[in-house]
T-cell receptor
Framework: DGGITQSPKYLFRKEGQNVTLSCEQNLNHDAMYWYRQDPGQGLRLIYYSQIVNDFQKGDIAEGYSVSREKKESFPLTVTSAQKNPTAFYLC???????????FGQGTRLTVV | GQNIDQPTEMTATEGAIVQINCTYQTSGFNGLFWYQQHAGEAPTFLSYNVLDGLEEKGRFSSFLSRSKGYSYLLLKELQMKDSASYLCAVRDGYNQGGKLIFGQGTELSVKP
């Protein structure tokens, strides 16, 4: 079955550690996105990529990094520079930059 | 700049009709999307408008006025399972691309 897979579903890390969240899609979509959602809030864009080997910062990119070496994969690294990393992280993809986006099931990151 | 506004919460009665409004200000426009999100889950796509007018899909309809920067989602024959957060999103860009920006979401409670 085609879809977007985020792993793991729950992730715990100690403060000061970098952590990488996985996002893989087998939908042959060109565009991929990373969002952060805090309790009772909407989705805020961290990074997005419309083509392999290219990506752009969203509204809250500070403390995060990404890579897009393969069309299928768009991993997000939460670095120790991110002040409040505890949140629900959602990855999405779309066929092109103008079509609807489909979401993975999300990774809930807790930093203690 | 960019701004997407929608009411924080709404309450409606089972079997009734509810309209959720969304206003937006973005530098570019490449389509407006509505998503439904149940607590703790990923958003799921509901509707897409790129031209002015009404798009109907079963119990759900969405309207767009680009000149007014305004959209609404209309839910008919409300069911208890429609209790969820409804997210308005705008693709801010040109030439079939651009980042997908979300509003803060409207929490809809359906009462018996």
């Amino acid at each position: 079955d085609g879809g977007i897979t985020q792993s793991p579903k729950y992730l715990f890390r100690k403060e000061g550690q970098n952590v990488t969240l996985s996002c893989e899609q087998n939908l042959n979509h060109d565009a991929m996105y990373w969002y952060r959602q805090d309790p009772g809030q909407g989705l805020r864009l961290i990074y997005y990529s419309q083509i392999v080997n290219d990506f752009q910062k969203g509204d809250i990119a500070e403390g995060y990094s990404v890579s897009r070496e393969k069309k299928e994969s768009f991993p997000l690294t939460v670095t120790s520079a991110q002040k409040n990393p505890t949140a629900f992280y959602l990855c999405a993809s779309s066929i092109k930059g103008y079509t609807e986006a489909f979401f993975g099931q999300g990774t809930r990151l807790t930093v203690v | 700049g960019q701004n997407i506004d929608q009411p924080t919460e709404m309450t409606a009665t089972e079997g009734a009709i509810v309209q959720i409004n969304c206003t937006y200000q973005t530098s570019g426009f490449n389509g407006l999307f509505w998503y439904q999100q149940h607590a703790g889950e990923a958003p799921t796509f509901l509707s897409y408008n790129v031209l002015d007018g009404l798009e109907e899909k079963g119990r759900f309809s969405s309207f767009l006025s680009r000149s007014k920067g305004y959209s609404y989602l209309l839910l008919k024959e409300l069911q208890m399972k429609d209790s969820a957060s409804y997210l308005c999103a705008v693709r801010d860009g040109y030439n079939q691309g651009g980042k997908l920006i979300f509003g803060q979401g409207t929490e809809l409670s359906v009462k018996p």
